[in-house]
């Protein structure tokens, strides 16, 4: 297989998953007394007993270092409502700071929890899995705080944000 079928393999992956609807998190950690954050969509449930959250995360992120350095974290589930959160935290909306003032709450390790957000989970890292350009972070379950449950996620598909209908 030539580089030819590579790109061919990888667009046909990146259309594919374009099509696939994807919840919206903002995870966020601090780190040497530096708070981060980064919206992810590779976010999924993988075991009840103990239980476990994975993220998946490209190496090349600006707080990709931080995430894999950091013991707890905190994923934030965003409603409909939240798009612009999630583009201030995904780095293409400009901002002086993703964490303003009165915006969060501090948790366990200092890592700050969102107070927007209706759903969150704090999370220790579990373990870490090097996977192609990304690593995958496996966290567990320490905490879920559900603010409320009368919500519409947050979704983006085929690069544009969209909830469900009900």
Same mark, same amino acid.
């Given at each position: 297989?030539?580089?030819?079928?590579?790109?061919?393999?990888?667009?046909?992956?990146?259309?594919?998953?374009? !099509?696939?609807?994807?919840?919206?998190?903002?995870?966020?950690? *601090?780190?040497?007394?530096?708070?981060?954050?980064?919206?992810?969509?590779?976010?999924?449930?993988?075991?009840?007993?103990?239980?476990?959250?994975?993220?998946?995360?490209?190496? *090349?992120?600006?707080?990709?270092?931080? !995430?894999?350095?950091?013991?707890?974290?905190?994923?934030?589930?965003? *409603?409909?409502?939240?798009?612009? !959160? *999630?583009?201030?935290?995904?780095?293409?909306?400009?901002?002086?700071?993703?964490?303003?003032?009165?915006?969060?709450?501090?948790?366990?390790?200092?890592?700050?929890?969102?107070?927007?957000?209706?759903?969150?989970?704090?999370?220790?890292?579990?373990?870490?899995?090097?996977?192609?350009?990304?690593?995958?972070?496996?966290?567990?379950?320490?905490?879920?705080?559900?603010?409320?449950?009368?919500?519409?996620?947050?979704?983006?598909?085929?690069?544009?944000?969209?909830?469900?209908?009900?």
């Amino acid at each position: 297989m030539g580089l030819e079928d590579l790109v061919a393999r990888q667009e046909g992956l990146k259309t594919f998953m374009r !099509l696939c609807p994807q919840g919206v998190t903002v995870v966020t950690t *601090s780190a040497g007394g530096i708070l981060y954050g980064m919206t992810v969509s590779s976010f999924t449930s993988v075991s009840m007993n103990p239980p476990l959250i994975l993220i998946a995360i490209d190496r *090349s992120a600006h707080s990709y270092k931080a !995430l894999k350095e950091a013991h707890t974290f905190v994923i934030h589930l965003l *409603s409909s409502d939240q798009a612009e !959160l *999630s583009e201030i935290f995904a780095g293409r909306q400009k901002t002086s700071e993703k964490f303003e003032e009165g915006s969060y709450d501090v948790g366990p390790d200092s890592v700050p929890i969102l107070r927007d957000p209706p759903a969150y989970l704090v999370c220790r890292k579990y373990k870490i899995y090097e996977a192609g350009d990304h690593d995958l972070i496996l966290c567990e379950v320490l905490e879920a705080g559900i603010r409320r449950q009368d919500f519409k996620p947050l979704i983006y598909r085929n690069r544009a944000y969209t909830t469900i209908v009900s």
